[in-house]
């Protein structure tokens, strides 16, 4: 079957380095996409990896391996704009995504 | 990106009434999606759109159908409202830029259903 997972919440700092971890299992894979949501609104578009290693795009750089079904989103230099919850996402055989439940972060001064 | 916009934002009504949630996109993607999320958890697909006269069920249909007349317009219609379809609405499409399928969404309806 197809699966994925992602912790339900995670805290940091302002101005700190946080890792939100997603795992999946899947027969078909066709890359694995991370989106930002904020509370009340719709997801938007972050990253998407479907080779391994790590794709850096300013302050968040998404890494994956596909022989461990894991991904991972690293933030930088959080700021407080950066609460909301991060949706990993995997693309299966199909074309179809089928995501996680996010991960809602929280920010603290 | 993709400039996806969906009406009413905010609904409220009774049990029983029919009810249309509108989606139009503007720029000719192809594919469309309708999604149901709950506050805290993941989208399910309910419907979606390879193109014009095309429509296929997602995981969670509903009891909810929707139609493919037009490109750009893509509406969700709940033949009775029940209280279980109280939720949150994402109308979405895709584009292959930057890359293949990344979805755009729309701003979402909220729905309750008294």
């Known amino acids: 079957g197809q699966n994925i997972d992602q912790p339900t919440e995670m805290t940091a700092t302002e101005g700190a380095i946080v890792q939100i971890n997603c795992t999946y299992q899947t027969s078909g894979f066709n890359g694995l996409f991370w989106y930002q949501q904020h509370a009340g609104e719709a997801p938007t578009f972050l990253s998407y990896?479907?080779l391994d290693g790590l794709e850096e795009k300013g302050r968040f750089s998404s890494f994956l391996s596909r022989s461990k079904g894991y991904s991972y989103l690293l933030l930088k230099e959080l700021q407080m704009k950066d609460s909301a919850s991060y949706l990993c996402a995997f693309m299966d055989s199909n074309y179809q995504l089928i995501w996680g439940a996010g991960t809602k972060l929280i920010i603290k001064p | 990106e993709a400039d996806i916009y969906q009406t009413p934002r905010y609904l409220v009504i009774g049990t029983g009434k029919k009810i249309t949630l509108e989606c139009s996109q503007t720029m000719g993607h192809d594919k469309m999606y309708w999604y149901q999320q709950d506050p805290g958890m993941e989208l399910h697909l309910i419907h979606y759109?390879?193109?014009?006269?095309?429509?296929e069920k997602g995981d969670l249909s509903s009891e909810s159908t929707v139609s493919r007349i037009r490109t750009e317009h893509f509406p969700l219609t709940l033949e009775s409202a029940r209280p279980s379809h109280t939720s949150q609405y994402l109308c979405a499409s895709s584009s292959p830029k930057p890359v293949e399928e990344t979805q755009y969404f729309g701003p979402g309806t909220r729905l309750l259903v008294l």
């Open positions: 759109s390879y193109g014009v006269n095309s429509t």
């Open positions: 990896n479907v």
